[in-house]
């Protein structure tokens, strides 16, 4: 048992060295960039090892988008869901989520927002893997919004799905001219915004400001 | 003469032919994806004709770039400089730009953005022809909201390139997210989040009805 414990641990860690690799290179050239020898060569490790892990090219790809989705909730949305339902949870998200597209997780800034830009038009399985993420990532957004109206911390606001879409709007924006530009002005401009959006809608300023968001 | 100048418009046409479809293909498939010998291949063409035309590869590109810009330009802003300046001609312009996104002009929807999401981190001749082009976008944006403001037009805001950024957000958001959920509604999102901004800032409500922002 010992030995075959081993061997798995070892398998564990060669998988999650190539999908570390893996996010990279997708982040800045794409996952149809993606290939079994490529990484193999990436990661100093036999072709026919790396094919044994992943298989083909399309698991590579989808166990990469997992891995992607994995790395954003442990760094966005674990951390945000220390703090309290309601309108310092909603604030923790933007600050969160425009942190880890500044902080450069990826080098190729958000993964998804690349993903989603490289293969809308392909349909497949790896397309339905990064529309279902998005997706999710949208409900956690909208779920975390109601949970703040329901408090009565957004009086001003009586649909979380179109307060969502404007407050990742300019996230995803500042990411993409950021990445375009060289610049980190598009983030400011962002947290200028969605501060403005979120006091229009009766937010507590303070609460705003505790985030940053002024 | 005749034969040269018959000469010239031949080869002004196949040039013309190669760079439609090059546009489309790039859209779905990312400027990386173009290559002399594909679309020879895609336009029935020798692959020595479409070398002599192009080049290389780069040139290529660098020539999809130009035509995807020039399209932009015919599509959306020469349209829009036939409204009276001010805030006709700032509604005009986010209207005509959702309807260039929403009508797929493109397959993969707003080419620069996919371009853009594609070349960010791959620096090079192309990345800085597509930065250009989208800076030289923000710039007629944030120029058209100015006029606005100049004509007291737009009471509530004396920051442009803020406007612009978040105008843009919605604009480029509605395209992604549209792509990758294969529904309309995020233009309708978007539409109904400018006219409020818009409202915010004092615009006058039945100019932005008549762009059908409300």
Avoid at 3 to 22: E, M, P, T, W, Y
Avoid at 73 to 88: D, M, Y
Avoid at 93 to 98: F, G, I, M, S
């Amino acid at each position: 048992m010992e030995k075959v414990d081993g061997r798995r641990a070892r398998g564990d860690q060669s998988r999650r060295a190539v999908l570390d690799r893996a996010m990279q290179l997708a982040s800045t050239d794409g996952l149809e960039g993606l290939s079994i020898g490529r990484l193999a060569g990436e990661v100093d490790a036999s072709k026919s090892g790396v094919a044994a892990l992943f298989g083909s090219k399309e698991q590579l790809q989808l166990a990469t988008v997992e891995a992607a989705r994995t790395l954003f909730v442990a760094t966005v949305i674990e951390p945000v869901r220390e703090h309290p339902r309601g309108l310092r949870r909603v604030v923790a998200l933007v600050r969160a989520w425009l942190d880890y597209s500044a902080g450069r997780v990826f080098e190729g800034g958000c993964f998804f927002l690349a993903a989603s830009a490289e293969l809308d038009s392909r349909p497949g399985p790896v397309r339905d893997a990064i529309a279902r993420a998005i997706a999710d990532r949208d409900s956690y957004f909208v779920r975390t919004i109601n949970q703040a109206i329901d408090a009565g911390e957004l009086p001003g606001c009586d649909d979380a799905e179109q307060l969502a879409f404007e407050l990742t709007s300019l996230v995803e924006t500042a990411n993409s001219r950021s990445l375009i530009s060289g610049s980190s002005v598009p983030y400011d401009r962002a947290a200028r915004a969605a501060a403005a959006r979120l006091t229009a809608c009766g937010a507590d300023p303070r609460v705003l400001a505790s985030a940053g968001l002024r």
